[in-house]
């Protein structure tokens, strides 16, 4: 059964940084086979796609309002995927959730705040 576990959310400042991270468990192929994907929602609104990562070319995609400022990333042998989060603003308040397939892990808060 494959989980996805979040972590590495918390407060920030305007301007600051946060490094979440997705920890994966149970491929059953290799974990540079999937594509992965960070999403975030905010209360009342639909959940949006943040950033996404292809399988085995590593090709990435950003949404308009991160782009520039995020950047997601895999690492193999450790079957993680990360998303930097730099220049943070407090539109970026949201839970991020990663996501691949039907497959969602618990989601991690992210509050940008003075």
């Known amino acids: 059964q494959v989980q996805l576990v979040e972590s590495g959310g918390g407060l920030a400042q305007p301007g600051g940084s946060l490094r979440l991270s997705c920890a994966t468990f149970?491929?059953?192929?290799?974990?540079?086979?999937?594509?992965m994907n960070w999403f975030r929602q905010v209360p009342g609104r639909e959940r949006e796609l943040v950033a996404a990562?292809?399988?085995?070319?590593?090709?990435?995609k950003y949404s308009d309002p991160v782009k520039g400022r995020f950047t997601i990333s895999r690492d193999v042998p450790k079957q993680t995927v990360y998303l930097e989060m730099n220049s943070l603003k407090p539109e970026d308040t949201a839970v991020y959730y990663c996501?691949?397939?039907?497959?969602w892990g618990q989601g991690t808060q992210v509050t940008v705040s003075t």
């Open positions: 149970g491929f059953t192929a290799p974990f540079r086979y999937y594509i």
């Open positions: 990562i292809s399988g085995m070319k590593d090709t990435t």
């Open positions: 996501n691949t397939a039907d497959i």
